[in-house]
């Protein structure tokens, strides 16, 4: 069955670390989605993909960046990781722009 | 002004009862329209997706949109303990994206 995967499940890094969270969908979507959620935050959009080589910026991007080398995997990379980072990531992909997201496991990531 | 709002709850109603969830949205070009369900500690859910005014059923779940209204509402019949989540709107819009509302904590007693 098609799938989208997340890893690490958790991470617990330093501030100033470069830390990079990968997600892999099997389902052959080409859009794909990086989103973190906070409690009073609900989801948040950090970047997404159109598909190979299109990275796009979201409404939360400052401190994160993504590259798209091919259409299953969209890795997500904290530069020098803050504490205001700590949070659940979630990435997700789509069959068309507007067609159901399907989200992965998420991510549990602690800046300390 | 948010762009969409949805009463964060928690939104309680006994076992057998209608949930009544809504979600108010600011985007007047706003698409498509989404509920998500989210248990605590996992991932978001699509349950369904409208894309016209009116209902659209789905088993027990009543999706209802009102374009002119800016609203789109998720009735759950015969709710059960095992809907107990948060509920998450969400509407697309080109050039916007995805966005997603707060959530409504839903807890069902039994």
């Known amino acids: 069955d098609a799938e989208i995967t997340q890893s690490p499940r958790h991470k617990i890094t330093e501030t100033g670390r470069q830390v990079t969270l990968a997600c892999h969908q099997t389902?052959?979507?080409?859009?794909m989605f990086w989103y973190r959620q906070d409690l009073g935050h609900g989801l948040r959009l950090i970047h997404y993909?159109?598909?190979?080589?299109?990275?796009n910026k979201g409404e939360v991007s400052d401190g994160y960046s993504v590259s798209r080398s091919n259409t299953e995997d969209l890795p997500l990379t904290l530069e020098s990781a803050a504490s205001s980072q700590t949070s659940v990531y979630f990435c997700a992909s789509s069959d068309g722009a507007q067609e159901t997201q399907y989200f992965g496991p998420g991510t549990r990531l602690l800046v300390l | 002004q948010k762009e969409v709002e949805q009463n964060s709850g928690p939104l309680s109603v006994p076992e057998g009862a209608i949930a009544s969830l809504n979600c108010t949205y600011s985007?007047?070009?706003?698409?498509?329209f989404f509920w998500y369900r989210q248990y605590s500690g996992k991932s978001p859910e699509l349950i369904m997706s409208i894309y016209s005014n009116g209902d659209k059923e789905d088993g027990r779940f009543t999706a209802q949109l009102n374009k002119a209204s800016q609203y789109v509402s998720l009735l759950i019949r015969d709710s059960q303990p095992s809907d107990s989540a948060t509920y998450l709107c969400a509407f697309f819009n080109y050039g916007q994206n995805f966005v997603f509302g707060p959530g409504t904590r839903l807890s069902v007693l039994p």
């Open positions: 993909s159109y598909g190979v080589h299109d990275t």
């Open positions: 389902w052959n979507h080409n859009n």
């Open positions: 985007d007047r070009g706003s698409q498509s």
